[in-house]
């Protein structure tokens, strides 16, 4: 091997070196955390009769850590807002199984109901998946899912309309996402799209809204 094959083989070699530290760092985990405000439409009704709609901002919290691909994992979610019909508050704590392309997740958690003083259990249950495309920092994410009653028991809850009964199905959700990582520090920027469903008894809810957000990503490249 000539001198000048030798000087342009390590050149390359170089600049792949560089390229991947650029592209893609490895972390012995997948952790992910951030702060996240969705502009939403809320339309509440009671009895099968509309009784609002309105508009607000709610704040958001995401945490997320799993092996590195993303095959178990654990994580944790909260919202809040306020409505005219009253305050939303949601959290959830969730596990997941699988892999980032596609795994399957189960949630339990608490969220309030316009008309009720208290917060509902439910269970969720769904898939998500996640694609990282190369090492360019940018992932695409959706998720699908059910919600069901979290106490496990008949419930009864007094409202304005007297009491009732919880059905066995209690809605849905539906969220996507693209998120980018940044090159040299592991902060990301979020920008996504949310839809849900809930009912209980006599009182259904329907939610939808533009998501942005930011925070910390270490396994996001």
């Not at 392309?101 to 316009?114: D, I, K, N, T, W």
């Not at 996507?176 to 209980?200: C, D, M, S, W």
């Not at 009182?203 to 925070?215: D, F, I, K």
Request: net charge positive.
């Amino acid at each position: 091997m000539t001198r000048t094959s030798r000087l342009i083989l390590c050149a390359c070699t170089v600049i792949v070196d560089a390229s991947t530290l650029r592209g893609q760092t490895n972390y012995p985990v997948d952790f992910r955390v951030g702060v996240h405000t969705a502009s939403t439409k809320r339309n509440a009704s009671l009895a099968d009769t509309i009784v609002g709609r309105s508009s607000a901002s709610l704040i958001g919290v995401d945490v997320m850590l799993s092996s590195p691909g993303g095959e178990i994992g654990i994580g944790a979610r909260m919202m809040n807002g306020s409505y005219p019909q009253g305050d939303l508050s949601f959290k959830e704590a969730l596990l997941f199984i699988g892999a980032n392309g596609f795994h399957v997740e189960a949630g339990y958690g608490q969220r309030s109901l316009f008309g009720t003083d208290s917060l509902i259990s439910f269970a969720r249950g769904g898939i998500r998946s996640l694609v990282q495309i190369g090492g360019s920092g940018v992932s695409l994410s959706f998720n699908g899912s059910g919600y069901f009653p979290g106490d496990f028991h008949p419930a009864k809850t007094s409202g304005s309309s007297g009491s009732y009964t919880s059905s066995a199905f209690l809605g849905w959700e539906g969220e996507t996402n693209i998120f980018y990582t940044l090159t040299k520090v592991p902060i990301f920027a979020q920008l996504g799209y949310r839809t849900e469903y809930f009912k209980y008894g006599k009182r259904e809810e329907s939610l939808n809204g533009l998501v942005l957000g930011t925070g910390l990503w270490l396994g996001g490249r």
